[in-house]
Each structure stands twice: as C-alpha cells, then as structure tokens.
C-alpha cells in the first residue's frame, strides 16, 4: 500500500486544519491506519490510530479532545480533523499504514509510510 499525506499549511494558534491521508491498493481496507507527526529537532511522536473498521480509535495524551481522526474505506481515505491548533503542534505529520486491522501507538509496528506534511502554529 501507498500512502500520501495532504492538508498542511500555516494556520494561526486555535485553528484548524484537516489533514488527508490517500492510499493507493485494494487493501486500504484491512489495514490500521495511525498518524504521527515530528516536531522541529525532535524524535517523531504518535499522534492518533483508528483500526481497519474505524471502530477503534487511539490518541495521544497531548492531541486527545483536539484531534480526530477518522477514515473512508470506500474512497481509500485517512483524515486527521486538527481543532484548537497549539504552537507545540507544529511538525510534519505523517500518516502510516500496518499489516493488522489491529491499531497501536507503536511506529515500529507501522511498514508502510506516507511522506509528510508540514503543520506551523504560529501568529
């Protein structure tokens, strides 16, 4: 499966964005879907991961109450809905696809990864 992230741009702190996640294959579908995102100077970091059926969805301490994310199996879509945009959002997310239907925070358990997309937070 190949995955390419969308959506990001410059936004001024408390907006919102919503990021894509667009996945070429027949077995979108089956997979696990999680974003994660890598702030300036830092080790990237999960972010929020939803299972194959979309009923399970996951998110970090710091996004939770901020984020959702969500996905069209039917179109072979991922989303990431960002409300209430902080600086300390600012990163490249990126979205990324696991072998399981099952979801995890993990990155080590995600093979299949989409570029970037730069989110800035500032005024």
């Known amino acids: 499966v190949q995955l390419q992230a969308s959506g990001g741009g410059l936004v001024q702190p408390g907006g919102s964005l919503r990021l894509s996640c667009t996945a070429s294959?027949?077995?979108?579908?089956?997979?696990?879907l999680g974003w994660f995102r890598q702030p300036p100077g830092k080790k990237r970091e999960f972010v929020a991961a939803?299972?194959?059926?979309?009923?399970?969805?996951y998110y970090a301490i710091t996004v939770e109450g901020r984020f959702t994310i969500s996905r069209d199996n039917v179109r072979n879509m991922g989303y990431l809905q960002t409300d209430s945009l902080k600086p300390e959002d600012t990163a490249v997310y990126y979205c990324?696809?696991?072998?399981?239907?099952?979801?995890?925070?993990?990155?080590?358990?995600?093979?299949?990864w989409g570029q970037g997309t730069q989110v800035t937070v500032s005024s």
């Open positions: 990324a696809a696991r072998s399981l239907g099952t979801s995890s925070t993990r990155e080590v358990d995600y093979p299949y």
């Open positions: 939803v299972s194959s059926g979309g009923g399970s969805t």
């Open positions: 294959g027949r077995t979108f579908s089956t997979r696990a």
